[in-house]
């Protein structure tokens, strides 16, 4: 092979050998627990001169969810396939899209990937925001949140020859420390700046009538079903925080366990190599001929439940009333019948049918979202770090958490005063 790999940053390298590690497997059943014992074969190496059983299980236990850090960040499970060959967005980021345009479409550069020239020509205007060549730059780097980028160089220039996409490009943002898109990275937190449709559009190779589909989702929303039932509802993309604890995943509690659903993107969203396949709704997709996926499920899965929920900041809500709120959280609102626990959901007991799901019907006419996925159920929506993610629920229908109690108020007849639902939401925010 001929290509050269981006500059292999130290924490490149862990998912880089897990992928290497992995051809030599197994493809189904003791995949998981070889990947496992050899984790805990390096660990145990390293302590047991040091520790007991209990030191051992941390250790392993971090060692697992660096490992699932840097899969949530870095790896595409063989998705350029889909990106580079059967999209060409390798060509239409080479051409069309230049830093700017890139950010415009919710893209997030990590700030913490730049050399310190690259920060000083951002600074002094010497680094072109309007060429695409700084886009592959910047790709070269490993420093587009989300996007993994092959860079070869042919007759000393720069040329992005692969492309792929990563848990990231969804499921981060960066705390735009640097500049508006640029910053340190937020694994877990939801980009709703994200048009995932917009940036779909861009590629030559979806039909005129797909593009019309890709560009009416708009910004932080992507349709994950689209692609199987042809049907057109998009979600709003969630966190990926807070989910420990909840062994119902997906606004439809589709999968028991995060392995589930992270599976099912993975493969049938991403294009990533392995096979889903669920009999509930019929999909069953197999892309590659190697599994590229299956072996990285445990360490992707223990990173995503190590993600809490943010808190919310101080002085982003008031306390008083959030105590006031509370009280009708619990009593006159009744939200507590459902929103119940530690984790404010009774997920693990039930799932609910559309009619208690106060965001239904769909708005411009879309078919319920329950009914296009496996469990044709809602799942009580857990609420910690609802500050941080509007609008609400898995369509979107309510922009605000005041708009989210005056639709129960008024789906449920609540008869609640101006002053308990003011203080309800402001209950909201500080969850
Ligand atoms: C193109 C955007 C996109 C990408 C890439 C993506 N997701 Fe998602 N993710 C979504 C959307 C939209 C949903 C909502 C699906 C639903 O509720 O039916 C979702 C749902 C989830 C959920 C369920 C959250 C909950 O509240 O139960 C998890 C977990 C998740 N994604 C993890 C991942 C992981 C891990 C990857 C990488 C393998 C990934 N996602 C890649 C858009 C994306
Ligand atoms: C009958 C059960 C039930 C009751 C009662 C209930 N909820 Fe919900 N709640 C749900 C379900 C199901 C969802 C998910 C709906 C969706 O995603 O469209 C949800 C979603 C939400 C969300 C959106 C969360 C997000 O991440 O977008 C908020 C906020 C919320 N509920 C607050 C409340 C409040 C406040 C009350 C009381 C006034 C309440 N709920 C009463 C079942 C209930």
């Known amino acids: ?93 080479s051409t069309a899209v230049d830093p700017t345009t890139a950010l415009s479409v919710g893209l997030k550069v990590d700030a913490e990937a730049l050399p310190a020239a690259v920060v000083t020509g951002i600074q002094n205007g010497s680094v072109d925001l309007r060429s695409p060549a700084t886009t592959v730059a910047l790709l070269k780097l490993n420093a587009v949140v989300g996007l993994k980028g ?91 925080y807070g989910l420990a604890g909840i062994n119902k995943i997906t606004s439809t509690g589709d999968g028991n366990d995060l392995a589930y659903w992270n599976r099912y993107v993975g493969i049938t969203q991403m294009g990533g190599h392995g096979t889903f396949t669920e009999p509930r709704t019929g999909v069953n997709v197999t892309n590659g001929t190697v599994d590229l996926i299956t072996a990285k499920l445990p360490a992707l899965q ?65 078919p319920s979202y329950a009914s296009r996925s496996a469990t044709k159920q809602y799942r009580t929506a857990p609420l910690k770090g609802l500050w941080q993610h509007a609008p609400y629920f898995h369509n979107g229908t309510a922009a605000t958490l005041d708009a989210v109690v005056q639709t129960y108020n008024t789906r449920q007849s609540l008869g609640l005063t101006a002053t308990q639902m003011s203080d309800l939401a402001q209950y909201l925010k500080s969850l």
């Open 1 to 93: 092979m001929n290509s050269v790999h981006t500059p292999s940053t130290p924490r490149e390298q862990a998912p880089s050998s897990a992928a290497h590690g992995e051809h030599k497997q197994p493809r189904r059943g003791t995949s998981r627990s070889v990947m496992v014992l050899g984790a805990m074969g390096v660990a145990g190496a390293l302590l047991s001169a040091c520790g007991g059983d209990s030191d051992n299980s941390a250790a392993e236990q971090a060692a697992l969810v660096e490992q699932g850090k840097q899969i949530f960040r870095f790896d595409t499970f063989g998705d350029e396939t889909q990106w580079t060959d059967t999209l060409r967005m390798h060509e239409v980021i």
């Open 150 to 240: 092959t860079v070869e160089t042919v007759n000393g220039t720069d040329v992005l020859t692969r492309v792929g996409v990563t848990c990231a490009l969804c499921h981060s943002t960066v705390d735009n420390s640097f500049a508006p898109g640029i910053g340190k990275r937020l694994d877990g937190w939801p980009n709703r700046q994200l048009n995932p449709g917009a940036i779909i559009a861009l590629s030559p190779a979806p039909s005129a009538a797909a593009k019309a589909v890709y560009n009416s989702w708009g910004p932080g929303k992507y349709d994950p079903r689209f692609n199987l039932d042809g049907k057109n509802g998009p979600q709003v993309i969630p966190p990926a």
């Open 302 to 366: 223990a990173y995503q439940l190590s993600l809490a929920a943010p808190p919310a900041p101080g002085g982003s809500f008031d306390a008083a009333a959030a105590d006031r709120g509370k009280i009708v959280f619990n009593n006159a609102g009744k939200c507590v019948t459902c929103h119940s626990g530690s984790e404010f959901t009774d997920a693990n007991t039930r799932l609910h049918p559309p009619s208690d799901a106060v965001s239904e019907p769909e708005p411009g006419g879309a």
